[in-house]
């Protein structure tokens, strides 16, 4: 039985099911050093996650979501970056530029189907 100074901890399972991700992803997020179990526990080394780490969780995916790369949430999570708002001005615009090179490709597209009489 649990007492009350013990917190839960969660299961791989758990956290997918709960943030409705894939046991690859999670891992990848261990490998990545963005979310290192906080315990692994019997003879498979099963990992294990506290409260902590889902709150990391829900700020990776946020961030994930944004369209932030591994080294941009992994250095604003880890607090190594001098000026976290810089870090996410860089981020939108980059994405800017990415979604501008995606625009002049959709019209290049969009020209080769006229030009072939589509």
């Known amino acids: 039985m649990q007492t009350s100074r013990e917190q839960h901890l969660y299961t791989v399972g758990e956290l997918c099911e709960r943030f409705a991700i894939t046991r690859k992803t999670l891992f990848y997020y261990d490998r990545a050093g963005l979310l290192k ?8 080394n099963y990992k294990l996650y506290d409260a902590a780490s889902l709150i990391r969780l829900e700020r990776i995916l946020e961030y994930r979501e944004a369209g932030l790369s591994i080294q941009e949430i992994r250095c604003l999570l880890d607090a190594s970056c001098s000026d976290p708002t810089a870090v ?5 615009v980059r ?3 990415e979604r501008d090179a995606k625009t ?14 589509g």
């Open 104 to 117: 002049v490709q959709i019209k290049n597209l969009q020209a080769l189907i006229r030009k072939l009489g």
């Open 95 to 97: 994405l800017q530029k």
């Open 88 to 92: 996410l001005k860089q981020a939108l």
């Open 37 to 44: 179990p906080a315990k692994r526990t019997g003879s498979q």
